[in-house]
């Protein structure tokens, strides 16, 4: 967020985090799917964050189609081109957005079904899932990294973010090279602006729900 931008700073508890997005969602059409994604730096675990909110929608009546993002990154030969430590490739070339929004994202809307995942990223195979059926008011539960901005048919983006500092911090040695495709992620896609949800992770067991 820009200086200049009033933000509302609040501080919640992850299960106040969790209320929060699944109040955000069952404020929406009943009837008509909801594609949701959470979106943070591997650090911030954006999976646990998806994985929590299942159980509260399901228990709210809401179906519920869990898809990882990692499940549709492009085939090794196509993100690994430039080599396996490429910022640039790593933010532009990874993820099958065309794929994703495909098989998911567009799918469970117009077609009413969605596919669990297309390719597995450790052994670089397709995994050949079969087709879900999607039920009236089913929410996709979309986790990932660099995911915002990218052009995914999302309806409701939540951005785990951190501030640089915290970032690398927590930024294994090895895996330093992906700071710089984080540094331009934040200065092109600008996620803390773009999600309609921001949680400020730098403290995990002191999140903070910002707002302008």
């Known amino acids: 967020m820009c200086e200049h931008d009033r ?17 955000r969602v069952l404020s929406q059409d009943a009837d008509r799917p909801v594609r949701l994604v959470v979106d943070g730096h591997p650090s ?3 999976e646990s964050l998806a994985d929590a909110l299942v159980p509260p929608l399901q228990v709210a009546g809401r179906p519920v189609a869990r898809v990882r993002v990692r499940d ?10 430039q080599g396996r430590r490429d910022p640039d490739a790593l933010l532009d070339d990874w993820i099958d957005v065309d794929g994703l929004n495909r098989e998911v994202l567009t799918s469970v809307v117009r077609r009413g079904r969605w596919l ?8 670089d195979r397709p995994t050949r899932a079969a087709y879900v059926e999607a039920a009236p008011g089913t929410v996709v539960v979309l986790d990932g990294s660099l995911a915002l901005g990218r052009g995914l048919d999302v ?13 690398t911090r ?8 992906t ?3 984080y540094t331009r992620y934040r200065r092109e896609a600008a996620p803390e602006r ?5 949680v400020r992770f730098d403290h995990p067991d002191r999140p903070a729900l910002l707002g302008r």
């Not at 549709?72 to 081109?81: M, Q, T, V």
């Not at 927590?170 to 895996?175: G, I, Q």
């Open 155 to 167: 309806d409701l983006a939540v951005h785990l973010a951190l501030r640089p500092a915290t970032e």
């Open 116 to 123: 669990p995942s297309l390719r597995d990223p450790d052994v």
């Open 179 to 181: 700071l710089a495709a």
């Open 7 to 23: 933000v509302r700073v609040e501080s919640v508890t992850v299960d106040g985090v969790v209320s929060h997005v699944v109040d």
């Open 170 to 177: 927590r930024t294994p040695l090895d895996e330093a090279w």
């Open 44 to 46: 911030t675990h954006p």
């Open 72 to 81: 549709f990154w492009r085939p090794a030969s196509l993100r690994l081109e």
């Open 194 to 198: 773009r999600a309609d949800v921001v």
